[in-house]
């Protein structure tokens, strides 16, 4: 195992972000939805991995990040539970 130098300098996507001057909050939430995160893990298709990586660097956030928003949009996750649903009966009803 190779060990780092201290006089190594980080890339800056490796960097620490600066709380200079901040009290640390430990189990406090620190986002603006005044929740804890809590860690998942779930597996995604190749497919579906490349968009939610592609939507992330576009809109410079973190998949995470990404995920988060767009699982908080209950008006459009509602409109996609109807339609998945109202297609579900289709397909029942033609048999």
């Known amino acids: 195992m190779t060990q780092k130098k201290k006089n190594q300098k980080r890339e800056p996507h490796q960097r620490k ?29 190749p497919t579906a991995h490349a968009n939610l990586t592609t939507f992330a660097q576009k809109a410079g956030l973190s998949a995470t990040e990404v995920l988060e928003r767009l699982l908080r949009m209950e008006d459009a996750l509602q409109a996609v539970l109807t339609m998945h649903s109202s297609s579900q009966e289709q397909d029942s009803s033609s048999c």
Do not use: H, I, W
């Open 17 to 45: 972000v600066s709380c200079k001057g901040r009290k640390s909050m430990r189990g406090q939430a620190d986002n603006p939805y005044g929740e804890r995160k809590k860690q998942v893990n779930f597996s995604l298709t």
